[in-house]
């Protein structure tokens, strides 16, 4: 059973930033694709970033190019987003997810795994 824990969300004002981290049931992180998703009440959940289980590429959404970065560390089993410049609109609930495809995916159907989600509020 994946288990899948974030943490680091929190209250930050415009151009601040934040790491989030996903703690991660042994091997999660080295055995699948691991993505960030975000979601705010009455949309879709959104695409963020997906690191590959395979030779760690990473894909980022075009709307946090620039100012996000994943990351993982196997030794630690953990995911990271550090998000930089952060934005009013970047409020919402971020969630890690684990994927068993090889071909990462922004897609959020793909992910078979999810944590419960940590708050991440950006005040103006």
């Known amino acids: 059973q994946v288990q899948l824990v974030e943490s680091g969300g929190g209250l930050v004002q415009v151009g601040g930033s934040l790491r989030l981290s996903c703690a991660a049931s042994?091997?999660?992180?080295?055995?699948?694709?691991m993505g960030w998703f975000r979601q705010v009440p009455g949309k879709e959940r959104e695409f963020v970033a997906v690191?590959?289980?395979?030779?760690?590429?990473?894909l980022v959404s075009d709307s946090v190019k620039d100012r996000f970065t994943i990351s993982r560390d196997a030794a630690q089993n953990t995911l990271y987003l550090q998000m930089n410049s952060l934005k009013p609109e970047d409020t919402a609930v971020y969630y890690c997810?684990?994927?068993?495809?090889?071909?990462?995916?922004?897609?959020?159907?793909?992910?078979?795994?999810w944590g419960q989600g940590t708050q991440v509020t950006v005040s103006s």
């Open positions: 042994e091997r999660t992180i080295s055995s699948y694709a």
């Open positions: 690191v590959s289980r395979i030779a760690g590429a990473t």
């Open positions: 997810a684990a994927s068993t495809a090889v071909v990462m995916s922004r897609i959020s159907s793909s992910y078979d795994y």
